[in-house]
């Protein structure tokens, strides 16, 4: 899923702006300054306590009962009917979308689309029929065949702040239906840039951010990973831009005027505007809906592999860049073909967004999404790019069936992203990924300590909202327990292990019981070896979690532990550092320190 970064700035004249692998993935703004590395290190004891009183411990993994969800969040749940999902107005008594083929215009002057969404069931479908949406205004609901209206409400009246409202829809033996409607300038998945806010400052921006339930705010949906579907789209926009999706581009062309191709979304005297050209798009491969991405602008793009190319801005600058920095892309597709089977989507291409993109990376299949700072000019940023590529088997291939499982996601891709890093870095490369994630582990069970039902891998998340309890457990404690069993079986044993999986559930959305069913079976008496329960129903860390081992990891840590001596790294012990070198220093760093054991040379940054 989405990574985010700390921006660690030491020395220039030794370092370029660093920036760290997955890492608190929650949205934050970002600095651009770069100091030396003393003044640096002295800007960080600013927010240092003074209080001299040691941190607590790593909470252990226990099996006793957490406090109640509904104590700890107020956000009442988001359908009394028979839910799929518990994010999702989804009714499990009606059919799940197959197809969703989208007429989008986009209007950049009021920040909005208008939109003809044509939805198709895999059997005809009588009575109530229910999708999701949020900051959407519905113009009209019709019948595809006659283009009669068809009845429907919004419920509640006064849209939920999480969930928005349902559609629902009566149909008559209907298997397709059409939405008019059109996103609001507040769209919680869309981001649109004015030109100033771009690189070239001529022309403006849209992209989109539809994890964790945010599809609901472009075009109504059933807006569950639940229900995976392949889709086309005709994104109607100025002549000047350019679009990507995440899905294959079909044609660039000229709006057919009396085509209807519109369907319903504006009239043609809109959609074949002199000034306005179609892009088409195809989806082949079924995907849950936070997977739909987009992203319109003054684009430009350079080859890096025979089946990748990265986009961005049409600066020269940031282009050569980035051409430079994921040069090796190839080689990861490559070393994750071998370690988890066939690369199931064709391309693998890169989008590089302008700076306001507010995490490290989205793993959008065929356009991967991802923030300029991973642009370093030494290719360490390609640990983003292996992580995003992972979830090409681990979270887009396989998905999660509902947040509550989300763990299965982003636990196999950390575990996946880990062994491409290993193979294509070094194994002391990978030790410090884990070594930075087990202090992000660490660090986000002592956040839940309130509320430990959010430690656990399978949560109860009813009524909750999934981007305020995001945090690095389904990643790390996730990766733990993989790396867990991998201990216990061996490397080869579970390497064939993890294949299998892959090839078993491919294309399709899971949960946790399924998982640990197809563990059980294809690994006999695991349950006898692993506490299987404990690791994923179990809150804080289990007793048989395992921190990393190496040489460097045992020195940063070291480090960072005379840093309450008032000790400094010497420049010849960190001349050799790059970006996870500094986040695993800074973020072993003692919490509490008293200012007066460090001597500060420049007080003028205090």
Request: aromatic share 10%; proline share 8%; glycine share 6%.
């Amino acid at each position: 899923m989405l990574l985010t970064f700390i921006h660690l700035f030491p020395s220039p004249s030794k370092f370029k702006t660093l920036f760290s692998a997955p890492l608190q993935r929650q949205q934050s703004r970002r600095s651009n300054r770069t100091t030396s590395l003393p003044l640096f290190l002295c800007q960080i004891l600013r927010n240092i306590s003074t209080d001299k009183t040691a941190g607590p411990p790593p909470p252990t993994a226990s099996a006793e009962p957490s406090v109640s969800v509904d104590k700890f969040f107020s956000i009442p749940p988001s359908s009394p009917m028979a839910a799929v999902d518990p994010h999702s107005f989804t009714d499990s008594t009606h059919p799940l979308t197959t197809h969703i083929s989208l007429s989008l215009y986009f209007d950049f002057p009021s920040s909005t689309i208008l939109a003809s969404t044509l939805i198709s069931l895999p059997t005809t479908h009588s009575g109530p029929f229910t999708l999701d949406t949020r900051s959407l205004s519905i113009t009209s609901v019709l019948d595809p065949t006659t283009l009669t209206p068809l009845p429907f409400t919004l419920t509640p009246p006064i849209p939920h702040p999480v969930f928005g409202q349902s559609l629902i829809i009566t149909l008559s033996n209907h298997s397709q239906v059409i939405i008019i409607s059109k996103t609001s300038a507040s769209s919680s998945a869309l981001q649109w840039l004015s030109p100033p806010q771009t690189f070239n400052k001529a022309f403006p921006f849209v992209y989109t951010q539809c994890q964790s339930i945010h599809a609901r705010s472009i075009f109504p949906c059933q807006d569950t990973p639940a229900a995976r579907i392949r889709y086309d789209a005709k994104l109607n926009i100025p002549r000047q831009l350019f679009a990507v999706m995440s899905a294959r581009h079909v044609d660039r062309r000229a709006p057919v005027v009396g085509s209807g191709e519109a369907r319903g979304a504006c009239d043609d005297s809109l959609w074949c505007g002199d000034d306005r050209v179609v892009d088409d798009f195809l989806m082949e491969q079924p995907i849950p809906p936070y997977l739909f991405a987009f992203a319109v602008g003054e684009l430009g793009f350079r080859d890096v592999g025979p089946r990748s190319r990265v986009y961005s801005e049409a600066a020269p600058a940031v282009l050569d860049a980035a051409a430079r920095e994921f040069a090796g892309t190839e080689d990861m597709i490559r070393v994750g073909e071998k370690l988890f089977g066939p690369y199931d989507w064709e391309r693998f291409d890169l989008l590089v967004l302008p700076p306001s993109f507010p995490y490290g990376g989205m793993e959008n299949p065929r356009m991967v999404f991802l923030t300029p700072t991973v642009i370093k000019g030494d290719a360490t940023g390609a640990q983003v790019v292996a992580h995003e590529l992972a979830h090409s088997w681990t979270g887009n291939l396989i998905t999660n069936k509902t947040n509550e499982h989300f763990w299965l996601n982003e636990g196999f891709t950390t575990y996946a992203e880990r062994r491409i890093v290993e193979a294509v870095q070094g194994e002391d490369r990978a030790a410090l990924n884990i070594g930075i994630g087990w202090k992000g582990l660490v660090d986000a069970v002592e956040r839940f300590k309130d509320n430990m039902e959010f430690t656990k891998l399978k949560t109860n998340q009813e009524g909750v909202d999934p981007d305020e309890i995001y945090s690095e457990i389904p990643y790390e404690k996730g990766f733990q327990f993989l790396w867990r069993i991998e201990r216990q079986i061996g490397r080869p044993a579970f390497d064939e292990f993890i294949k299998k999986y892959i090839a078993t559930f491919k294309f399709q959305s899971i949960d946790t019981d399924t998982f640990l069913n197809f563990l059980k079976a294809n690994v006999p008496g695991i349950e006898n070896q692993i506490d299987l329960k404990l690791w994923t129903e179990g809150i804080g860390i289990p007793p048989d979690a395992m921190e990393p081992v190496s040489s460097i990891y045992t020195k940063i840590v070291s480090l960072a532990n005379e840093f309450k001596l008032g000790r400094m790294p010497r420049e010849d012990e960190v001349a050799d550092w790059h970006g996870q070198e500094w986040e695993l220093y800074l973020e072993n760093l003692p919490k509490y320190v008293e200012a007066s054991q460090f001597q500060v040379r420049d007080n003028s940054i205090l």
